[in-house]
């Protein structure tokens, strides 16, 4: 036996070792092995709380540098109730606490960021310590430790005009006037309430105040407030959590984007080259986090260009995101929009910089949008492979959102109660809310901007409540280590064992800038391109290596480095040895200029100077107000476009349907690019919206006529404001509406497309019309229309004869006759919301569906458009199909599809929708339960807590009476496709390239834009009315993908295309104007916009 148990105990033991050493990328060294033991231990009382002090859980940061100059990485953590420390590193992972012999031991003061940074030029690195705490603590004043050279320090801030007494978070320093000195820029969070009426007031942010941010310009050694003068708001709403600096236009000068906590939007200062900044968010960003918190900038798709990626508090597991998130409704995101706090969203933000002053929102596609309550982020590559990485610090030691928790507040009753019972009763109230440790996060940069979470595979999957951290190489192997500063909990050290080759940098400047601190480094190897630029503040709170390393992979050769120093000197290194670190002087660079390139030279399309007076008005209605359970509107479909010589005189002319309570019109061509309007017929129809529109002689007089649609979802089935209409032409620029096109329709519908071929071969263009949704029942099933013409402009109802009882169709959006099997007769192409491409074979007596055959019964998904064209001139149609994109928060696959119930729930008579989604195994409803109360008020008393809803799968949801004849629609796919014809028997199904991808597609138009012999396609789209818990899709600036011989498209930047149109497109037109090939790009509640081809 006693054999038995030593055998055991041999065998556990050798289990545990091969555990700690498991083959992960990092590895969690004890504190035994690294003698590092800082804990930021955090104890509330009745006195210090999260209630007298708003930031008590904010926790501490990690600031990394060689203060000693031995070339190794030291460590300097800051604690809030506890002593800062600074660790000195001896070597193999071992270090050494000299904080006391250091003197820079702060018992007693709280302290938030630290900013390692060579302050007085002389070689050795300093640290400024930033902090807060609650108002009438100790020493108040942020710090500034001389480094002395010997390893001791002295505090210098007053001396240097550093020693301010406001709410610190963090400091920046950098070059902002290039004058050759770091000057800083200061993050406060103010100490005002956030529950007393600020983001109900507008302009807040112009007032000056105290405790506001702050840009100090470095004049002779000594910080003086410039804010002011520089353009910085310096307001008491600048809730700020992170700064991060950078040259976001590559213009040689660094700007600066802030991270602002609670309701106040974040800052992206450009700096305008004269000392001063420009606030300019709103016209580079089009949608930002609500609760913003770290940030950081780095290129992430080796194009040369940084991203920006900011984190929030979005639950990435459904449990606590039903029950620890808190969503604005849409009454209070309109109103907030009003009041200047611009379009802020629930969730992580990663900004793709398009390199043309703008950014798309990209965070959903990537699958970075939610990492739980996320500090900061640090943006690196872990694996040294090329690409960098993301690491997010997670956890909050007390979920401070949780629901039931916040409605048990809400109760007056109950706390006026406890505080008379209870000694403690502030310390009691705190013991109640919950406490979860989370994992941190590390997202894998597999290329091509494609992230996998591989924090396990990395090591990072412990569970702590972390705050600040930083990177640095501790054992110079060529790999980045980690530090993580934690509450409650030891910080972690995490080494780094990666195999992959690299090549790091240092700098030696002439300049008071000793480290080269804004220096940029583009790496050249093999075709690629690497890029960095030195600013060591950065993630939350913290301060990294000022060494820039860079992954090569399996790169055995570097070509050659490009060093533009920060007065934009130029260094070259041909063939530099990789896996080396290369410190350099700037004795050896050379001045250059930085040129502005021509903005017109060598774009396929330009702006035209032509234009057309026209500004979409969209009508103020609300969807969510009369169905709560939608996730988008149906009611911001139009204009739309129609382009057609009406008057015969040879030049184009064009229609564009207008909004309810706005008038359609005709723009009539009348050489020289001038356009005269008409708008005589379509006065009577202004309360229609018009959503799609449809030209051709219809009643055989040789002259085109016009028809229009009739939708949106605001008019009942009941309104005859959604009556089709037939206009006729009548020649000599005139119009008159029929009065009897569509009499043998005796239901009202909301129409979503209309689309003419010669069904029952007569000679005559007959119709099929398309319906989108019931009004007010959005998911229930609508009729859609076969109507065939009688050759003078009458329709009849032949419906129920070529499409049976319409089975296969649910919410459509477009339809086209088009030719797919070359047989010289189109099929009819059919897509929608929920349902499949559908293809019917058309002949003279029944629509024959042939979706199955072709391949295509398994792509439901949410379409808006179908757009035809022969790709590879075989004589086979292709398809290009727009859909939903895969830039939101939904998720949808053949075995885990979207789902969406839909039933009278409640039985008053209009139905309701659930909307689920998959979350592992299990389909969850994906609505706020706030919603389902005002929906289906009786579910109320089912789930009166959160706590009994963060669980409940969609199937469980409701009892089985409910259940009763519920319709189950799915979803599963959301990607735009191309469609590849197979000679007609067939379709292979692709998916379009990222960039199709960012945004819903409701237009696309092909043509050879560049002359090159093979057909290239334009798209656009976007959607901004979808609610604030899901988010808009707003990421598409309209894209042109020039297509290759091998009948793929790839995606050209608007630098090259000139393609770059902000807002909801809704329709494109290719139009001559002028002899010129235009396009016009129709936008919801928007002017257009002509792009032409020289």
Known sequence: MRKFFIYLFLVLGYIS?????????FHNLSNSKTNIDFNNTLKYTEELNPYTYRNFYNGGGVG????????????????????????????????????????????????????????NHDGYLDIYVCKSGPPGGLRRNNELFINNGDLTFTERSKEFGLDNEGLSTHAAFF?????????????????????????????????????????????????????????????????????TVGDINLDGWSDLFISNDFFEKDYLYINNQDGTFSESLENYLNEISMGSMGADMADLNNDGFSEIFVTEMLPDRHDRRVSKAVFDSWDKYQFSLGQGYYHQFNRNALQLNNQNNSFSEISRITGLDATDWSWGALIFDMNNDGNKDIFVANGIYKDLLDQDYVNFLANPSIISNMIKSEREPVKKLID?????????????????????????????????????????DFDNDGDLDLVINNVNMIANIYENKST????????????????????????????????????????FQSSVDYRLYFGLGNIKEVDSVKIIWSDNKVTILKSPKINHHTTVNENSSEKIVLEDSDDKENKILNISDNTIDYTHVENNFVDFDRERLLFKMHSREGPCLCKADFNNDGLDDLFIGSAKDQISVIYYQTGGGNFVSYSKPFEIDILSEDVDCLVDDFNGDGLLDLIVASGGSEYSNFSPELRDRLYLNKGYMNFEKSKNAFSSILTFESTSTISSDDIDNDGHNDLFIGTRLNPGSYGTKTKNFVLINDGFGVFQDFTY???????????????????????GKNELIVVGEWMPITVYKVNSRKFINITESLGLSDTNGLYNKIHSLDINADGYNELIIGNYGLNSMFEASADKPLTMYVNDFDRNGRSEQILGMYYGDKLYPIVQLKDLWMQLPYLKKKYLKFDSYKNKDLNSLLDESAMENTRILEVNNLASLQLNNLNGVKFEIDTLPFMAQLSPVYSIISDDFNKDGFIDILLGGNLSEIKPEFGPSKASYSSLFLGNKYNKFQYINSDESGVFVDGDLRDISKIKINKKESYIFALNNSKLKILERE
């Open 17 to 25: 070792c091969n555990n700690e050493n498991k083959s992960t990328l």
């Open 64 to 119: 990394v540098g060689d203060f000693n100059n031995d070339s190794l990485q030291d460590i300097f953590f800051t604690g809030n109730l506890v002593s800062n420390k600074l660790y000195l590193n001896k070597g193999g992972f071992k270090f050494e606490d000299i904080t006391d012999g250091a003197g820079l031991n702060s018992d007693g003061i709280w302290s938030t960021g630290v900013s390692v940074v060579d302050i």
């Open 175 to 243: 070059d902002f006037d290039n004058d050759g000195d770091l000057d800083c820029y200061l993050l406060n969070n103010t100490i005002k309430s956030i529950g007393i009426g600020f983001d109900r007031v507008k302009d807040l942010r112009n007032i000056d105040s105290d405790e506001g941010n702050k840009l100090l310009r470095n004049d002779n050694g000594f910080f003086v407030d410039v804010s002011d003068e520089a353009g910085i708001f310096t307001s008491e709403i600048g809730f700020g959590l992170g700064v």
């Open 432 to 472: 109640m809310i919950p406490s979860e440790p989370l994992s941190n996060f590390a997202f894998e940069n597999l290329g091509s901007l494609k992230f996998n979470n591989s924090t396990k595979d990395f090591g990072l999957d412990n569970k702590t409540f972390s705050n600040g951290s930083a990177y640095g």
């Open 500 to 539: 992959n080759n690299w090549i790091s940098f240092s700098f030696n400047s002439n300049s008071k800038n000793k480290f080269g601190i804004g220096n940029k480094v583009f790496v050249y190897h093999g075709g690629e391109l690497q890029y960095q630029e030195l600013s060591p503040m950065r993630g």
């Open 801 to 823: 004869q070529y499409l049976g009882n319409q089975e296969s169709l649910e919410m459509v959006t477009d339809s086209k006759f088009t030719d797919i099997d070359n047989d």
